[in-house]
Nanobody, 115 residues
């Protein structure tokens, strides 16, 4: 059984920074793609950033230049460094790991940006 656990969500003031982490536990091999998603209040889930094996990264235009996704394959972890946070970044953030034909999801961590 594979379990993804996110951490790092918090309340932060506009302009602040947070670092989210996600760790995969259980038997999981060769994660091809790590993805961070988020779901703002009363909105649909949206893609934030992806990191494929080999180092290719992609970002939503709304976070480009402010967020950085990075992975540590030896530990089956991924992180999301979020800088210059805005109230519009308020959401539940989810990590997802694609391995073979399967995609595993975390339970989500709340990020609130407010003064």
């Amino acid at each position: 059984q594979v379990q993804l656990v996110e951490s790092g969500g918090d309340l932060v003031q506009p302009g602040g920074s947070l670092r989210l982490s996600c760790a995969a536990y259980g038997t999981i091999f060769n994660i091809q793609t790590w993805t961070w998603y988020r779901q703002p209040p009363r909105k649909q889930r949206e893609l934030v950033a992806t990191n494929t094996r080999g180092g290719t990264t992609n970002y939503a235009s709304s976070v480009e230049g402010r967020f950085t996704i990075s992975r540590e394959d030896a530990q089956n972890t991924v992180s999301l460094q979020m800088n210059s946070l805005k109230p519009a970044d308020t959401a539940v953030y989810y990590c997802a790991a694609m391995s073979g034909a399967y995609t595993y999801w975390g339970q989500g961590t709340q990020v609130t940006v407010s003064s």
